[in-house]
């Protein structure tokens, strides 16, 4: 297990504070499904969802992310349990169960509620993982995420992203009259491109812990939780940002406050960029956005 040391930096003063043990793994499950937005940015749909009498099985948990699509969330209780193979059992049955999926999320968010299938996701929770996990879904097809976790006294507690495998994206049927985010980057013009790659070589760099998931209508960036949505326009690219708006001293002529505007992806800050030079204004932005993600 990687060694992390957390400290406590009051007045100055360093003071580390100490590891602390889970008496229950079940306890861990209650505590992400309790904070399941603020740590991971799901929205949290049923516990210990069963899959019915043929089936056999229940699903720690069940979500489904900012981004509009599926999560399953299992948990390893003990270290000799196979989580993986387990959460890929419960992944193929949600793919051939779409419908129950989708009558779920109606039922908790309303009749308006939109499932995004090209992105399901399988989320792995565990105190440690072995060399042989991170292997495993190397080789497999699947956007799968391994996540580390640990506790530490006076009621902290660490997550670290360990492994993530991006797989296919799960085409989907086509809608007349709609562009989706690869027709907009196709058709855009060289400008454009080269802007995008300028943009998307700066948001790698802020951290090797940074996911792209390219879905139907823009691109997020996300470490646990997304930082920035892109979409393309002729012309332009907009960027969305989680930013503090009311702690910003004034908003460029480049951004506008978009919390009561509707817009695909997450974020409250809009950035819309055209050149270089305001791609240059926006990375000051962008960086304050992955910052607290």
Excluded at 18 to 44: C, M, P, T, Y
Excluded at 89 to 103: A, Q, R, T
Excluded at 283 to 291: F, L, M, Q, T, V
């Amino acid at each position: 297990m990687t060694d992390i040391r957390l400290f406590d930096l009051e007045r100055e003063k360093a003071s580390e504070i100490k590891k602390k043990s889970v008496d229950l793994e079940r306890q861990i499950q209650k505590l992400v499904e309790k904070n399941l937005e603020e740590f991971f940015g799901i929205r949290f749909l049923d516990s210990e969802y069963s899959t019915g009498k043929k089936h056999k099985g229940r699903i720690d948990t069940l979500g489904i992310d900012e981004n509009n699509s599926p999560v399953i969330i299992e948990y390893k209780r003990q270290k000799n349990e196979n989580i993986i193979n387990q959460g890929l059992f419960y992944y193929d049955w949600l793919m051939d169960h779409k419908g129950d999926f989708e009558i779920l999320v109606r039922d908790r968010f309303g009749n308006d509620s939109v499932v995004d299938w090209s992105s399901p996701r399988l989320l792995c929770i565990a105190e440690d993982f072995t060399k042989y996990d991170g292997h495993a879904v190397e080789q497999m097809n699947r956007n799968i995420e391994l996540i580390r976790y640990q506790l530490y006294e006076g009621g902290h507690i660490l997550f670290e992203l360990v492994n993530a495998i991006e797989g296919e994206t799960q085409e989907a049927s086509p809608e007349k009259n709609y562009k989706y985010f690869k027709d907009y980057h196709k058709e855009a013009s060289t400008k454009i491109k080269e802007i995008f790659q300028e943009m998307e070589d700066y948001i790698f760099s802020l951290g090797d812990d940074i996911q792209k998931k390219e879905l139907k209508f823009y691109c997020a960036y996300k470490r646990l939780r997304n930082f920035a949505c892109v979409e393309i326009r002729k012309g332009k690219i907009l960027i969305y940002l989680k930013v503090d708006i009311d702690s910003l001293k004034h908003i460029p002529d480049i951004g506008r406050d978009v919390s009561n505007i509707g817009h695909y992806g997450t974020g409250n800050f809009e950035l819309e960029i055209r050149d270089l030079e305001q791609l240059e204004e926006a990375k000051h932005y962008i960086e304050k956005s992955y910052n607290v993600s």
